[in-house]
């Protein structure tokens, strides 16, 4: 068994709810909490920066007001996405608000930091870093992370060529602590095989893209209800790390999805996402390989009460 924190240990259900990039907004995290998965949102999403002090009050003062209210069935606790690369100017920024409202969970991304990491065990948080390999997985917990979520082969956005199967078994050899499984999960289903794998968690993204709350354009939305795994392409070109993309986003920005060029990684500014004249989260839309089950535009309720529902049918599956 993990060696988890008690801000993971009670969770109704072992969802986190990935940042999404411009898309995430406290509405969403407050709906995600509310039915028992970890909702998160970046920093970055607040703009101006001033924002993210608002933005941090509207979530705990509401999920706050619903656990008094919710005594027997309370939220799960929220998290911060922290791009930690030194382009993002605004961290020590964003870093001293979530201090002031002690967030609970910290996701940092695009770089370990020891510093970071010290200061969120400080107010009593936890960090959560990416990664895409058991090397970096290595050098996180090494600089402090909390824990780790491999973002394996198949995520949206950036991601990993590695099998889910072979990440958690290598990170699973040398780490007992919490492990939130990234990749192609849209099912209950896939919830309990991350589960299977050793994973503490499941850290799901696209499905929340394709729901009411999220501040994603309706042409989007419908993108990923049209999609499936073959309208997935891989790619460097738009932020110099490879992630994952729908196609029809890339040929409505006038571009062959089966053509893209190679990207210079070192000329990449990683907190704006922005490259030539289409841009990189806002005209060229990131998506895991996992969609081809997501039907309709859902409210997030009802999608996080599929994914319990479909889980307990696969638990009762393995009992028969």
């Known amino acids: 068994m993990s060696t988890l924190p008690p801000v993971l240990k009670n969770l109704r259900f072992p969802v986190i709810a990935s940042p999404l990039f411009i898309i995430s907004n406290p509405k969403m995290v407050i709906e995600q909490c509310k ?7 970046p920093a970055l999403n607040a703009r101006p920066a001033a924002q993210v002090d608002e933005w941090l009050a509207e979530i705990t003062e509401t999920l706050a007001a619903y656990d008094k209210a919710n005594p027997d069935n309370p939220s799960a606790p929220y998290a911060i996405n922290q791009i930690v690369h030194k382009s993002n100017d605004r961290l020590e920024h964003d870093m001293q608000v979530c201090e002031k409202y002690k967030v609970p969970i910290i996701i940092t991304s695009l770089g370990a930091r020891e510093d970071v990491n010290q200061a969120v065990k400080a107010w009593g948080g936890i960090t959560l ?3 895409i390999s058991n090397v970096f997985a290595r050098k996180a917990i090494e600089k402090g992370a909390t824990g780790l ?9 950036h991601a990993s060529v590695k099998s889910p199967f072979a990440m958690v078994q290598e990170i699973r050899e040398w780490f007992d602590g919490p492990v939130a499984l990234s990749g192609s999960i ?7 095989a991350a589960q299977a794998m050793g994973a503490d968690l499941a850290y799901i993204g696209s499905a929340f893209i394709a729901t009411h709350e999220a501040r994603a354009v309706e042409g989007y939305k419908e993108m990923i209800v049209a999609s499936n795994s073959d309208d997935i392409v891989y790619s460097n070109f738009y932020t110099g790390i490879h992630g994952n993309y729908l196609k029809g986003s890339i040929r409505n920005s006038g571009m062959d999805p089966d053509n893209l060029p190679e990207s210079d990684p070192s000329k990449m500014n ?3 996402g922005e490259k030539g ?5 806002k005209d060229i839309w990131g998506c895991g390989q996992g969609i081809g089950n997501i039907k309709a535009i859902t409210s997030t309720a009802e999608l996080v009460a599929r994914l319990k529902r479909e889980y307990s049918e696969a638990k009762a599956r393995l009992l028969v």
């Open 270 to 272: 990683f907190a704006s």
């Open 277 to 281: 004249a289409a841009k990189a989260w």
């Open 35 to 41: 039915a028992g998965v970890v909702g998160s949102m």
């Open 186 to 192: 849209s099912s209950g289903g896939a919830v309990l």
């Open 149 to 157: 979520i491999p973002v394996a082969a198949g995520a949206g956005g």
């Open 129 to 131: 870093h990416d990664v």
